[in-house]
């Protein structure tokens, strides 16, 4: 069963912390990357973050040096910490999962399996 579960979402104020969880199903944790994308209204989807099944990851350029992706395998959680938010991180955030490894090379970490979402609002 496919199954994503996101949560941690919240408000903050700018220069703030946040930590995002994905609960996965045992089958969708197994994929062979997850990562996290974001949207905010009347912006692209954007790629923020994946991690490979050997645990190699990327970020997007915005993410570097500020967000960080991990997983905790005995729980079948993907997480992503998210420290000095700025209000341009405002969007809603998603968790997904590759079906395929061809997946695993796109940019903006809109796999196949995705959760519902959870809310990030930065505030200046």
């Known amino acids: 069963q496919v199954q994503l579960v996101e949560s941690g979402g919240g408000s903050v104020q700018a220069g703030g912390s946040l930590t995002l969880s994905c609960a996965a199903s045992?089958?969708?944790?197994?994929?062979?990357?997850m990562g996290w994308f974001r949207q905010a209204p009347g912006k692209e989807r954007a790629g923020v973050a994946s991690i490979n099944s050997d645990g190699s990851t990327t970020y997007a350029a915005f993410a570097k040096g500020r967000f960080a992706i991990s997983k905790d395998n005995a729980k079948n959680t993907l997480y992503l910490r998210m420290n000095v938010l700025k209000p341009e991180d405002t969007a809603m955030y998603y968790c997904?999962?590759?079906?395929?490894?061809?997946?695993?090379?796109?940019?903006?970490?809109?796999?196949?399996?995705r959760g519902q979402g959870t809310q990030v609002t930065v505030s200046a």
């Open positions: 997904s999962a590759a079906s395929s490894v061809a997946q695993c090379g796109r940019g903006d970490v809109y796999y196949t399996y």
């Open positions: 045992v089958y969708t944790y197994t994929s062979p990357c």
